[in-house]
């Protein structure tokens, strides 16, 4: 099946910084889309690309849809420790089935 | 808003056990997935359905089983528990690629 490669799996930095994490797929994807999972809870939807070269923001965070539809990035601007957590990429196989990434975990120093 | 509801939140079985994991939901979504979550692994799918009556296996189905009598319920079973199944358990339903996740269920199989 398709797999969706993550990296960096993990990643500590200090408040303010600014993040980027990326996610590559050997498919092609027509959707990608970006969840966060928050310590002890279940992922929440962040941002949805539906084209490829789009570039979408939800506050601090853009994400952009790869140009050669095999890949996604996620950017998160001058982070804040309620930034921590677990980013999932994710991408349709077949019908509305997910397939997620392995995940990003990401860790703010105060 | 409710949305997906998972209990239990927390169980500890003995390996051989049996239990049933119950999810609702109240959006009226017609797919509903339960997922398990591993250390380094991501999200893995198990079963899904599609409707209500409906079932299909996921990606890592073998030692689980699943029943969708109610729209609004889908029920995980593990017939005879063990130690590898210890994880925690996502329920989720969706409208699209959407999903929404409940808070999860942390098993331990000892």
């Not at chain 1, 570039?55 to 539809?69: E, M």
């Not at chain 2, 927390?10 to 049933?20: I, N, Y």
Request: overall charge neutral; proline content about 5%; charged content about 15%.
């Amino acid at each position: 099946g398709q797999q969706l490669n993550q990296s960096p799996q993990s990643m500590f930095i200090q408040e303010g910084e600014d993040v980027s994490m990326n996610c590559t797929s050997s498919s092609i994807f027509n959707t990608w889309l970006w969840y966060k999972q928050d310590p002890g809870e279940g992922p929440v939807l962040l941002i949805a690309l539906y084209k490829a070269g789009e570039l979408t923001s939800n506050g601090r965070l853009t994400a952009q849809f790869g140009i050669t539809r095999k890949d996604s990035f996620l950017n998160i601007s001058a982070s804040i420790p309620s930034d921590v957590g677990i980013y999932f990429c994710a991408g349709p196989n077949a019908g509305n089935m997910l397939t997620f990434g392995g995940g990003t975990r990401l860790m703010v120093k105060p | 808003n409710a949305g997906v509801t998972q209990t239990p939140k927390f169980r500890v079985l003995k390996t051989g056990q049996s239990m049933t994991l119950l999810c609702a939901q109240d959006m009226n979504h017609e797919y509903m997935y339960w997922y398990r979550q591993d250390p380094g692994m991501g999200l893995r799918l198990i079963h899904y359905s599609v409707g209500e009556g409906t079932t299909a296996k996921g990606e890592v189905p073998d030692g689980y089983n699943v029943s969708r009598l109610k729209k609004q319920n889908f029920l995980l079973g593990l017939e005879s528990a063990a130690p590898s199944q210890t994880s925690v358990y996502f329920c989720a339903s969706s409208e699209g690629y959407g999903y929404t996740f409940g808070s999860g269920t942390r098993l331990t199989v000892v």
